[in-house]
């Protein structure tokens, strides 16, 4: 390890730019001759457009134009489409509703896009959006998931009956019934996963501009995945060919998955620009980013589990209800389905797995995937489940949990995953240890005199991330293969540009990708440079989501790295006059094994484009391109445990201690990785005890604000404890398994278990709110 290379605590690079306010976003890009456009959006969660008048919009102050569905139906761009068919278990694909950029007919959700208004500033765009005259005839709406299948509600689309998308079951039933049936023991629960509103820091935002003289389209766009954003542009909505179209995402106010997908802003910008001959920029409101981003979670699940009389599980059965909003976005199908279903297995070994999954359309934000996607959803199920079963059994969580490891690897579970290496045990009692578990009933005790009851929880998680082989998902119904690729240049004079199809919108892409290259070549950390982010730089990619950044992007750049020493070292054996296999790379020079002849680095770069002495038939330069596609998923496991004191007589909840024990594989920057955790603590937290989105009963969102929906904030955290052992992954070059999510999937649970056992109460729902927790005490005392 040198002391910028992998394993090394490396300070990030891009945070320089951050931190004194030179970071470059969406909103700081200007175009000569650009213009400003707001949408007029729907105050109906369910209506029918009757009629829209724009005149009075159209004679206002700056206005250039105001744009209505009707126009853009006619210049024929396409509906939004969800990319990853699922088909129902009786064989019939999902009933995928239109969605047209700009509603012409119908609108499903407040804040679907009906009409866009371009003018010369924001203020008189806005001005002119509320000018905008729109008839509707209001329908009845439908929030709830489970009340939009009853008979009598409203129907969303035609295509879904009853508003069901699908009913799509994974595992086998028959062999779940018979585990069932020779149950010593069975623990049953309905679990809600609450909605959550993402709330990045940085609004979405896109700018578009068509070029009549080129007859070519750019969008500036906050996205995660700019190639597939382009991609689906051009074959999907027909905004442009894709030699036509440019899309540069460039330094991304963070993500969490909600900007993964393509909305109907940026399609409808770059339309708008050739419609009205002027670059045309939107930046989301607060609000509208409240109303319009896709929102996380929305599960309504009943489970039951079955053990035998030494509480070994036997069996499990999930049926779930996925509230996935007015359309379907991009991944919505696949995160209720083999993101969530496949994980029901947990760390645990389990013979017989049955999950049903009813996916529904509701009158609210179209629900996709958020920070972790699924595996969220399937941990607190399965945690939530086992701190239950522990109680009803009377034996300690850690035991049960203990009893019932997956030990033997690999491991085929049979919800299709086969986990590839663990040491789930190592992660268990390194949190045990971290946070005094046996030592809990004195401070329990000592809580108690103080008039506050002490809870301590467990959750024990496990994720399928590295989003894994295209052939695989391809034949689950993904869209796109899920490879990454790289290319990785060495200039002239050894400085080396790295172009990746994987994005940074947070991650520190530029330190750890760097540091592979320091790594193996010796060439100083300022001297190597990350491009990303743009589809006219950098070769087709597969953007950042699901921790793949490292497990999949990093393996690309590998293999890339491969390529280019083995012509290196070629180049230096031949101005050494040495055998080829005699060469190593030290300390940024090609060296002789074994004595002290050397050519630097930058000599060796020089000699690749000078030319002049390169052995026979050797073609100049030094670059190269890998693309890499993952054999498996990869599977990071941990262990957290969260301690809580709660006032009885308010609810209020503080979390007195939070402990993580990870299993990421091997890591490139273990204070990246720490920060990663970190991050995703505070949003499992948030969820757990803080965030909801609502819904009245007519569609609006009561939660559409700061005001309204809590974020948490640092007097809400504790100081975290964290630490990582290391069962290297086997499916890829360096043994990561990615460590974006994890912290998000395995804390909600952690917290709730701890606060139920704080009040002696199972029945808790998130988020638990001081109200929500009061609540439950008093009806434990009844």
């Known amino acids: 390890m040198g002391i910028e290379g992998v394993g090394a605590r490396v300070a990030r690079k891009e945070d320089k730019r951050f931190i004194t306010g030179a970071g470059r976003y969406v909103d700081d890009m200007v175009v000569p001759g650009m213009k400003h456009a707001a949408f007029v959006r729907s105050p109906h969660a369910h209506a029918q457009i009757k009629k829209i008048d724009v005149k009075k919009a159209q004679d206002m102050p700056g206005v250039i134009g105001v744009l209505t569905g009707k126009e853009l139906k006619a210049d024929g761009i396409g509906n939004i489409i969800c990319g990853w068919m699922i088909h129902s278990k009786d064989g019939s694909p999902m009933k995928m509703g239109a969605w047209s950029p700009l509603a012409f007919d119908r609108v499903r959700y407040v804040g679907d896009a009906v009409v866009i208004v371009v003018a010369e500033t924001k203020g008189q765009a806005r001005d002119a959006a509320e000018a905008v005259e729109i008839t509707y005839k209001e329908l009845k709406a439908v929030v709830d998931a489970s009340r939009a299948m009853d008979k009598g509600a409203p129907q969303i689309h035609p295509e879904a009956d009853n508003n069901l998308i699908f009913d799509w079951d994974i595992g086998n039933a028959d062999d779940t019934a018979a585990a069932f049936e020779k149950a010593a023991h069975v623990v049953k629960m309905d ?77 409808v910008c770059l339309w708008a620009s050739k419609k009205t001959g002027v670059p045309v920029k939107w930046v989301a409101d607060r609000t509208e980013s409240f109303l319009t981003d896709a929102h ?142 046996a030592g809990f009933a004195k401070r329990k005790a000592a809580a108690a005199k103080k008039g506050l009851l002490r809870g301590i929880g467990m959750s024990c998680y496990i994720e399928a991330c590295g989003i894994a082989p295209s052939a695989a998902v391809g034949s689950l119904g993904a869209g796109v293969g899920l490879w990454e690729s790289a290319e990785v240049r060495v200039n002239a004079v050894g400085t080396i540009e790295v172009l990746t199809g994987s994005h940074s919108h947070g991650q520190g892409h530029e330190t750890t990708f760097a540091q592979l290259v320091n790594e193996r070549f010796g060439v100083p950390l300022d001297s190597v440079s990350i491009v990303h982010g743009d589809t006219d730089k950098v070769q087709m990619g597969m953007g950042t989501y ?113 402990v993580a024990a990870d299993d990421f594989g091997n890591i490139i920057n273990p204070m990246i990785v720490e920060g990663q955790v970190h991050g995703g603590l505070a949003q499992g937290i ?55 999510e994890a912290g998000a999937i395995g804390s909600p649970p952690a917290v709730i278990n701890a606060i139920t056992d704080a009040i002696g109460s199972n029945d808790l729902a998130m988020p638990a709110t001081p109200s929500t927790v009061w609540a439950a005490i008093r009806a434990t005392k009844h």
């Open 296 to 437: 996380g979670r929305d599960h309504h699940t009943h489970a039951e589990m079955a053990f035998d009389k030494d509480h070994k599980i036997l069996g499990l059965k999930v049926e779930t209800k996925a509230n996935l909003g007015a359309y379907m976005s991009l991944f919505s199908s696949a995160t209720p389905t083999y993101l969530y279903a496949t994980l029901l297995s947990g760390q645990y070994n389990i013979p017989a797995i049955h999950a049903n999954v009813k996916a529904i359309y509701t009158n609210t934000a179209p629900v996709d995937a958020y920070r972790g996607a699924g595996r969220p959803e399937a941990t607190f199920v399965m945690e939530r489940m086992m701190e239950t079963a522990a109680r009803q059994f009377g034996v300690s969580p850690a035991e049960l949990r203990r009893k019932n490891f997956v030990t033997s690897f690999p491991h085929q579970t049979p919800v299709i995953m086969c986990y590839d290496a663990g040491d789930y045990a190592a992660s268990l009692d390194a949190a045990m240890k971290a946070s005094d578990y």
């Open 191 to 267: 679990i809600i996963n609450n909605r959550l509103v993402p709330n990045a820091m940085e609004p979405r935002a896109a700018l578009g501009h068509y070029d009549k003289a080129e007859d070519h389209y750019t969008c500036w766009t906050t996205s995660q995945n700019p190639h597939v954003a382009r991609l689906v542009m051009s074959a999907f909505y027909n905004v442009a060919p894709e030699n036509k179209l440019r899309v540069i995402a460039p330094d991304v106010g963070g993500g969490f998955g909600s900007k993964i997908y393509i909305y109907p802003e940026e399609i």
């Open 546 to 658: 699901g921790s793949r950044s490292g497990a999949v992007g990093m393996s690309a750049i590998v293999k890339a790295l491969d390529k280019v020493e083995a012509k290196a070292k070629k180049i230096a054996a031949h101005l050494l006059e040495a055998d080829e296999s005699d060469i190593v790379i030290e300390n940024g020079a090609l060296k002789v094994a074994g004595t002290d002849k050397n050519v630097p680095w930058f000599q060796m770069a020089l000699a690749a484009y000078t030319a002049h002495n390169l052995p026979g038939g050797m073609e100049p330069g030094l670059k190269e391109t890998a693309f890499y596609d993952p054999s498996n998923f990869t599977f990071p496991a941990g262990c957290y445990i969260c301690e809580v004191e709660v006032d009885p007589e308010t609810g209020m909840t503080k979390i007195v201690q939070f």
């Open 686 to 740: 948030g969820q757990a005890l803080l965030e909801g989105a609502h819904y009245d009963n007519s569609g609006q969102l009561l939660t559409a604000s700061y005001m309204d929906y809590t974020m948490p904030r640092a007097g809400d955290l504790p100081s975290f404890k964290v630490s990582t052992s290391n069962t290297p992954c086997p499916g890829n070059p360096l043994g990561i398994k990615g460590c974006g």
